[in-house]
């Protein structure tokens, strides 16, 4: 019945006020359940459930291969784009739509849950074409509107002020931290409701991590952002919530302050006071 | 434990780290292996430096050769003669514009007026008495003309005659026999006096040229009445056109008059006349021509007919599947691709004189195809023949150089823009294809390089005609018989003598090729160059 336009029932039922909440009265904006994931014939997530709360940063840690990044890429289905990958049990829903329903249109979806990656990744193209590249998809073409979401972006990514004479240079040529945010100014161009961040800062300097985490205490506002991380101080600094994976299985996941001041599991425990990882 | 003091310090163990290496002719292993590899490298560079010089040393004497030859057919007065040559072939031009004309209103007496062949003929037998007239006009300076070139071809006779006897002189000498190269007589040709009676019958041309004019406009001054606007128009086109030509005649009298046969033919009018040269003639009674232009436009057309095809083929397929087949795609197409590469060109050749030629001869004819430019032809053997092989040769070297270019590309910029919400066909479109483009358009210039110095498929499928394709004709072109340059070469190289003028017109020729060649793949280099700093 529906299948005229599959992005539309996303799209409406997105807007559409939470239904649920969780035990500290945030609403759940992302409902994942009884989650099996694999790679062709190796399972690769197991059983996960969670719910990531509205409009806060929720971080995924865990051991690498533990499959964090796996679960992040389910979320806007980018795994999609790898053959053999199959979710074979459980939902995930978006504000109660699943997002693996048959009438989902990635592409939408992908609109609405934007991504940013553990290396830059700007195109080889001026920095104005890597912030409008995402409207002109779309078929935006107004000057005026392009270049008021040029400077909205750059701003919300803090980096109007380096880089507004030089709108026209590639960007290519920013250094490591400026691509990033450039990234994350692309990623917040197309308004997306959600931000997935895959270990973004694991290739920065310390001074560059410090600007992208100012950043992400100033998106919250605006999004909800799901953040993978290695350092457990980054996770400490900048998340409401955090997830503990461990071989592909979701530990545990509470508060922050709880996961770090006073877990509840041993694993976690062992995690997060360094005993291994 | 004995204190330390009672017990002698063991022997530190000693730090062996040398060996002697086995040695061959007093040479390591290493050294060896590099020596190798260098002396191959190095012999590579000596081969192609080698090949250069010899194609230079062949063909550098061609300029020197080529002035000769052309100062001879200024002493001679061919030159002369081939003023009034000039002026008889436009006019021969303007009696095919008439032959044309006739053909058009043929056919609309036919077609719209319903006529048979002989009544539609017979309706135009006042335009055939006003075309008779205007092509016999000439007869006086075409007789003109023929007389003089006697002369002129000669002395030239002559001339060639005395040098070649110089030579056979030369050679006797060389031989150690001296009497017998005084036996050979030599003459002194008293080029001044013998051009006397040629320059000596200008008045006699001034005349004749003068009668010719009045001929002209008075025979298009009452044109033959003729069916259609249409064709009035043009028959109105024609009375410019015979104005125009008219007009030109003092020009060429005053042309002849400033004529000087001792003017010297410098040595960069030898070059010019190679590089610019609209004919490509040899072997001719009355002159030869060595102008590549005829055959580098034959091989730049059949070329861009050949790129036409083979890159959106070579591109599209590479785009395809490095981005959107299966594995069991990629697995099918990649190595049939390949395979075309090792086809002998020898047999596409005979493909495309049996199979492909007489096809396209064929759907040529074909009623929903007569949009197409050109379309019916009759030649099986033409550019678009060898054109379409050609493409085929190309697509492979297209093919695998840009699918090289797009696997290049990060996987990084795909996903970001999958991830910005783009569709497939948007990310190939507006990422994939611009970050590869550099390396894309160097696939296209080395598949070009590929083509031009294609041989076989053009010496069997172009046709072999050696003529400036005729470009006025719109795309039309494409279909016309042409020459190439790698063509000519094999063609005329197993019959010329060595040594001769035309056989180092074919090492020229083959010298062009050869730096067309270098310079394709050096802009090549210089684009892949800028791609990897750009994407790096
Ligand atoms: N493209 C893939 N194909 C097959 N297996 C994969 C692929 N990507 C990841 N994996 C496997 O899935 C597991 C989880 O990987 P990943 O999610 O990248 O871990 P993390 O991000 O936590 O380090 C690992 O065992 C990894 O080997
Ligand atoms: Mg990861």
């Known amino acids: 019945m529906e299948t005229a336009s599959s992005a539309a029932p996303l799209k409406r039922s997105l807007a559409q006020p939470p239904s649920s909440s969780d035990a500290s009265g945030d609403s759940t904006l992302i409902d994942i359940q009884n989650l099996d994931f694999y790679y062709g014939a190796k399972q690769a997530l197991f059983d996960i459930n969670l719910r990531i709360p509205d409009k806060r940063v929720t971080a995924f840690i865990g051991p690498s291969g533990c499959g964090k990044s796996t679960l992040l890429r389910c979320l806007n289905r980018m795994n999609d784009l790898i053959d053999g990958t199959a979710v074979k049990r459980g939902t995930i829903k978006v504000r109660g739509v699943d997002i693996y329903g048959r009438t989902v249109d990635p592409i939408e979806l992908r609109k609405r849950v934007g991504m940013v990656f553990q290396k830059s990744n700007p195109f080889p193209k001026s920095i104005y074409e890597n912030i409008t590249y995402g409207l002109r998809i779309q078929g935006v073409n107004n000057k005026t509107r392009l270049d008021e979401v040029v400077e909205k972006s750059l701003r919300g990514a803090a980096l109007w002020d380096e880089v507004k004479d030089r709108l026209h240079e590639s960007g290519l040529g920013l250094s490591g931290g400026q691509q990033q945010r450039l990234c994350i100014a692309r990623t917040i161009a197309v308004e997306p409701e959600i931000i997935l961040m895959d270990e973004p800062c694991s290739a920065l300097d310390p001074i560059a991590t410090a600007k992208v985490e100012e950043l992400i205490h100033e998106l919250k506002k605006q999004f909800t952002i799901i953040i993978v991380t290695h350092s457990m101080q980054q996770a400490a600094r900048c998340s409401d919530r955090t997830a503990f994976f461990y071989m592909g299985k979701l530990i545990e996941f509470d508060e922050t302050r709880n996961i770090f001041m006073n877990p509840k599991n041993p694993q976690t425990e062992a995690y997060v006071s360094g005993r291994f990882g | ?536």
Not at chain 2, 454 to 468: D, H, Q, S, Y
Request: glycine share 8%.
């Open chain 2, 1 to 536: 434990m004995p204190p330390a003091s009672h017990t002698p310090p063991a022997p530190a163990p000693s730090f062996a780290i040398q060996k002697e290496r086995t040695r061959f002719l007093g040479l390591t292993l290493d050294e060896c292996i590099q020596g190798f590899f260098g002396g191959n490298a190095v012999v590579a560079v000596i081969v192609l430096g080698l090949i250069t010089l010899f194609l230079f040393r062949e063909g550098s004497s061609f300029f020197r050769q080529n002035q000769d030859n052309l100062s001879i057919y200024r002493q001679a007065g061919l030159e002369y003669v081939d003023f009034i040559r000039t002026q008889e072939e436009s006019h021969t031009a303007l009696t095919r514009y008439l032959s044309d004309l006739r053909l058009r209103a043929l056919r609309h007496h036919m077609d719209a007026d319903g006529l048979a062949v002989a009544d539609a003929n017979a309706r135009l037998a006042s335009f055939d008495e006003f075309a008779g007239r205007f092509s016999d006009a000439v007869e006086p300076i075409r007789g003109l003309r023929s007389e003089l070139g006697d002369v002129a071809v000669a002395i030239k006779t002559r001339h060639i005659n005395n040098l070649n006897r110089i030579q056979q002189r030369a050679q006797l000498v060389a031989a150690g026999k001296p009497d017998e190269a005084a036996a050979v007589e030599l003459e002194t040709i008293d080029f001044a006096g013998e051009i006397v009676a040629l320059t000596a019958t200008l008045p006699l041309y001034e005349e004749a040229s003068g009668a010719f004019a009045t001929a002209l406009n008075e025979i298009v001054a009452t044109p033959p009445p003729l069916p259609t606007l249409e064709l009035t128009a043009r028959v109105a086109r024609f009375q410019e056109l015979t104005a125009d030509y008219v007009a030109t005649f003092p020009a060429t009298i005053e042309a002849m008059r400033a004529w000087d046969h001792t003017a010297p033919v410098a040595f960069s009018e030898s070059f010019t006349a190679f590089i610019f040269g609209r004919e490509w003639l040899t072997a001719s009674f009355w002159q030869d021509w060595y102008g590549v232009l005829p055959l580098f436009t034959g091989s730049l057309l059949v070329s861009m007919i050949a790129l036409t095809l083979a890159v959106p083929l070579g591109v599209g397929a590479a785009i395809y599947v490095n981005q959107l087949a299966t594995p069991a795609e990629q697995r099918a197409i990649k190595p049939t691709i390949e395979f075309i590469s090792a086809i002998p060109s020898v047999v596409l050749g005979f493909f495309g004189i049996a199979v492909l030629g007489e096809f396209l001869r064929v759907a040529s004819g074909w009623e929903w195809l007569a949009w197409f430019p050109g379309f019916p032809f009759a030649e099986r053997l033409n550019a678009l023949t060898a054109g379409c092989l050609l493409g085929l040769i190309a697509v492979p070297t297209i093919f695998t150089l840009a699918e090289d270019a797009i696997n290049n590309v990060p996987r990084a910029f795909k996903e970001a823009s999958y991830a910005l919400g783009a569709t497939r066909l948007q990310t190939i479109v507006r990422i994939i294809v611009p970050a590869a483009l550099s390396g894309i358009i160097s696939a296209v210039l080395l598949g070009l390089g590929r083509v031009i110095g294609e041989t076989m498929v053009v010496l069997l499928c172009a046709g072999n005609r050696i003529a400036i394709p005729d470009f006025t004709a719109g795309l039309s072109v494409i279909t016309q018989p042409v020459h190439t340059m790698t063509g000519i070469i094999a063609q005329e190289m197993g019959e010329v003598v060595p040594g001769s003028i035309h056989y180092r017109a074919l090492f020229v020729v083959g010298l062009l090729l050869f730096f067309i060649a270098l310079l394709i793949n050096f802009v090549a280099q210089k684009i892949v160059r800028r791609y990897k700093i750009s994407v790096g």
